[in-house]
């Protein structure tokens, strides 16, 4: 073996922990599944720990004393990791994917592991800053890895496996979320849960090898080159596309805004508003869960089918109608449906926007564009997370505050018209 290379490499790829209609429609090689199964075993976990703040709200702001007219702001308070992640993430253009995907690893791990020994606010923030830092950046990096590793007519059907992939870790966060008045300290206890798988990916991850895309590039640059590298990196890619980059901006920026509120506070809003105890939250995500899965893997297919940009407009539509009739108080009969279509449109939409960004820029420039299309979604979300805040205030209720947020998805749909078709295209059709 010799970077993480062995000789059964080659051979074809299986995909056999899939149900076969979810399968890659092209063939594919054991190398690009051995890459997508250490990558996405990261997204599952990563899915289950961002997504434990968002089920426990109640019982951490018990815990914690945490004012109800600041939920959104400690979320907000969480996203401004993403700025470092960015920083993160580009140095990958620099280094290497594999390099880094190592180091953040085990940084999510070391600090979801930490947030578990919190016992007042300041250090809980603290702690899920730091996890959220090593976090985004390792899910802008996963996507990059996938890009740049699977066969053109399946990059569709990856990012649409890698989001089903988070959506079940958020499932199976749903899942032990039910035990959570039952568990020796509580939430706590769901974040040492998170924590310790993550240690094992990290281990089985040291076989991981470097992209074949990065390593085709020149040699890499050294550590006191790297500065002048980065800057110059940054003026080139302004330069060469700027249209691309501006588009992809305004639709990820949209799309976070729009969606943060919404995605954060559906299971506050089901106890609060519809009185769900953690089982019937569980009940409703884990079935549901599998239906969004199975869904968002599909469209990821019709994807390399019919176009990224029909599907992806499709998508966006979908969550933003779902997400507003969810939070209208509607009859109880209607949330399961309604959870289900949003949660589709949420995950789906924010992997196939990821997908955009890595597609139409070339290799060089594909982590740094990840991670600015990543902190710009991340940050538009903090800043509707803020406002949610004041227009709580303003209504005196979560469900209005959250509805008027939802107003900038028309802004997606028409930044999605202006960008390029990648479909069917390789990645050097697309930015030679």
């Given at each position: 073996?010799?970077d993480?290379l062995?000789s059964?490499d080659?051979?074809?790829?299986?995909?056999?922990w899939?149900?076969?209609?979810?399968?890659p429609?092209v063939?594919?090689?054991w190398?690009q599944?051995?890459i997508?199964?250490l990558?996405?075993a990261?997204?599952?976990f990563?899915?289950?720990?961002q997504?434990?703040?968002?089920?426990?709200?109640p019982?951490?702001?018990?815990?914690?004393?945490?004012?109800?007219?600041?939920?959104?702001v400690?979320?907000a308070y969480?996203r401004v990791a993403?700025l470092?992640?960015?920083?993160?993430?580009?140095?990958?253009?620099?280094v290497?994917?594999?390099?880094l995907?190592?180091?953040?690893i085990l940084?999510?791990?070391?600090?979801t592991?930490l947030t578990a020994a919190t016992t007042q606010y300041?250090?809980?923030?603290a702690?899920q800053?730091l996890?959220?830092v090593?976090?985004?950046?390792?899910?802008m990096?996963?996507f990059v890895v996938i890009?740049e590793?699977?066969?053109?007519?399946?990059r569709g059907?990856?990012?649409g496996t890698?989001?089903?992939m988070d959506?079940?870790?958020?499932?199976?966060?749903?899942l032990?979320?039910a035990l959570?008045?039952?568990?020796p300290?509580?939430w706590?206890?769901?974040?040492?849960?998170g924590?310790?798988p993550?240690?094992l990916v990290?281990?089985?991850r040291?076989?991981?090898p470097?992209?074949?895309?990065f390593?085709?590039?020149e040699g890499?640059?050294?550590?006191?080159t790297?500065?002048?590298a980065?800057l110059?990196?940054?003026?080139?890619l302004?330069r060469?596309?700027?249209?691309?980059?501006?588009?992809?901006v305004i639709?990820a920026a949209a799309?976070?805004?729009?969606?943060g509120?919404?995605?954060?506070?559906?299971?506050k809003y089901l106890?609060d508003?519809?009185?769900?105890?953690?089982?019937?939250?569980?009940m409703l995500?884990?079935?549901g869960?599998?239906v969004?899965?199975?869904?968002?893997?599909?469209?990821?297919?019709?994807?390399?089918r019919?176009?990224r940009?029909?599907?992806?407009?499709?998508?966006?539509?979908?969550?933003?109608?779902s997400?507003y009739l969810?939070?209208?108080?509607?009859?109880a009969?209607w949330?399961?449906t309604?959870?289900i279509?949003?949660f589709?449109?949420f995950f789906s939409?924010?992997?196939?926007?990821?997908?955009?960004?890595?597609?139409?820029v070339?290799?060089h420039?594909?982590a740094t564009v990840s991670?600015?299309?990543y902190?710009?979604?991340i940050?538009m979300?903090?800043?509707s997370l803020?406002?949610?805040?004041?227009l709580f205030?303003h209504?005196h209720?979560?469900?209005?505050?959250i509805?008027?947020?939802l107003c900038t998805?028309?802004?997606?749909?028409i930044?999605?018209?202006f960008l390029?078709?990648p479909?069917?295209?390789?990645?050097?059709?697309?930015?030679?």
């Amino acid at each position: 073996m010799r970077d993480g290379l062995s000789s059964e490499d080659g051979s074809p790829a299986r995909f056999r922990w899939l149900p076969p209609r979810l399968r890659p429609a092209v063939p594919m090689v054991w190398r690009q599944e051995r890459i997508f199964l250490l990558v996405g075993a990261a997204a599952l976990f990563a899915g289950f720990d961002q997504n434990i703040f968002g089920l426990a709200i109640p019982q951490i702001q018990v815990s914690l004393s945490i004012p109800e007219n600041m939920v959104g702001v400690t979320v907000a308070y969480f996203r401004v990791a993403a700025l470092a992640a960015l920083l993160v993430a580009a140095s990958a253009d620099l280094v290497g994917r594999r390099r880094l995907l190592l180091m953040t690893i085990l940084g999510q791990a070391t600090f979801t592991l930490l947030t578990a020994a919190t016992t007042q606010y300041g250090p809980f923030v603290a702690a899920q800053f730091l996890t959220r830092v090593f976090g985004y950046a390792e899910e802008m990096l996963c996507f990059v890895v996938i890009a740049e590793e699977v066969s053109a007519g399946a990059r569709g059907w990856a990012n649409g496996t890698l989001s089903a992939m988070d959506y079940t870790g958020a499932g199976l966060a749903s899942l032990v979320f039910a035990l959570v008045n039952f568990l020796p300290f509580g939430w706590r206890a769901i974040y040492v849960i998170g924590a310790l798988p993550i240690f094992l990916v990290a281990y089985l991850r040291r076989n991981l090898p470097e992209t074949r895309r990065f390593k085709a590039q020149e040699g890499l640059q050294t550590f006191s080159t790297r500065a002048a590298a980065t800057l110059a990196l940054l003026k080139d890619l302004a330069r060469q596309y700027p249209g691309r980059i501006a588009t992809i901006v305004i639709a990820a920026a949209a799309f976070g805004f729009a969606t943060g509120p919404a995605s954060v506070l559906s299971s506050k809003y089901l106890q609060d508003v519809y009185h769900y105890a953690p089982g019937q939250v569980t009940m409703l995500f884990i079935p549901g869960g599998f239906v969004g899965l199975g869904m968002a893997i599909l469209a990821g297919r019709l994807s390399d089918r019919v176009g990224r940009k029909p599907v992806t407009f499709a998508i966006a539509i979908i969550a933003g109608i779902s997400f507003y009739l969810f939070y209208s108080g509607v009859g109880a009969i209607w949330m399961p449906t309604l959870w289900i279509l949003s949660f589709f449109g949420f995950f789906s939409g924010e992997a196939m926007i990821s997908g955009f960004a890595l597609e139409i820029v070339p290799t060089h420039y594909r982590a740094t564009v990840s991670g600015l299309r990543y902190v710009v979604y991340i940050g538009m979300g903090a800043v509707s997370l803020t406002l949610e805040g004041r227009l709580f205030d303003h209504f005196h209720a979560h469900g209005p505050a959250i509805q008027a947020l939802l107003c900038t998805i028309p802004i997606t749909l028409i930044a999605i018209l202006f960008l390029p078709e990648p479909a069917g295209k390789t990645l050097e059709e697309m930015a030679p």
